[in-house]
């Protein structure tokens, strides 16, 4: 059962709009989730956990158990952002991570 | 240190024939992954080791392929009689410990002609 799912492979935002790049997930527990973002012609790297709560880049993410969804926002897009987009999610105890097949944001300048 | 890195980068290997991938992760890091990434596809887990004990394996690791960290420091992962469905890239991460701190590495893109 696919446990992340990313609705949109593909997302275009000019630059200064806002983004929301969509990540829903399947578990009945506690989940912890993740983003990771992939630059081109880079590794794979966090860009936020929800646990931490925090603002990386501009983006923030807010775990919303009742709708099961972790959406990556940003007020304001900017060309840096264009990347690829994981979300990710880890079950209670878990050493391993459930990806998403990615969202590819492109913004345009 | 750089990282983890992977080695090699890219590898082209016939149908049937075996194949090795190295990891090197962060040094101090105890914890090391292997994922599978194919196309289109975001990353699988395919196992994890913590020093030199192999943890946990997924049910994707069929039995053509075995990873090895003998001294808890590098790590291998060798299939073998490769198929085309193995076409993939091959990513290492390390952690101290925990989800929070996996560094990947750039990952070994194996073809399978």
């Known amino acids: 059962a696919q446990r992340v799912t990313q609705p949109e492979k593909l997302l275009s935002v000019f630059k200064g709009a806002p983004v929301e790049l969509k990540c829903n997930y399947s578990?009945?527990?506690?989940?912890?989730l993740f983003w990771y973002v992939q630059y081109s012609r880079q590794r794979l790297q966090l860009l936020l956990r929800?646990?931490s709560r925090e603002s990386i880049k501009g983006f923030t993410a807010d775990l919303n158990k009742g709708e099961t969804s972790f959406h990556l926002k940003k007020p304001f897009a900017q060309e840096e952002d264009s990347a690829m987009y994981y979300c990710?999610?880890?079950?209670?105890?878990?050493?391993?991570?459930?990806f998403g097949t990615g969202t590819r944001l492109t913004v345009i300048p | 240190d750089t990282g983890v890195s992977q080695d090699p980068r890219h590898k082209i290997t016939k149908r049937g024939q075996n194949v090795t991938f190295r990891c090197d992760p962060i040094s101090e890091h105890n914890r090391l992954y292997w994922y599978r990434q194919t196309l289109g596809q975001g990353p699988e887990f395919l196992t994890y080791f913590q020093n030199e004990a192999q943890l946990e394996k997924s049910r994707l690791l069929s039995d053509r392929f075995s990873a090895e960290r003998p001294k808890g420091s590098f790590s291998t992962l060798e299939i073998q009689r490769t198929e085309q469905g193995d076409s993939a890239m091959y990513l290492c991460?390390?952690?101290?410990?925990?989800?929070?701190?996996?560094?990947f590495g750039s990952g070994t893109r194996l073809t399978v002609v």
């Open positions: 990710a999610l880890s079950e209670t105890g878990a050493n391993n991570l459930f």
């Open positions: 929800h646990i």
């Open positions: 991460a390390s952690s101290p410990g925990g989800l929070s701190g996996y560094t």
């Open positions: 578990y009945s527990g506690s989940p912890e």
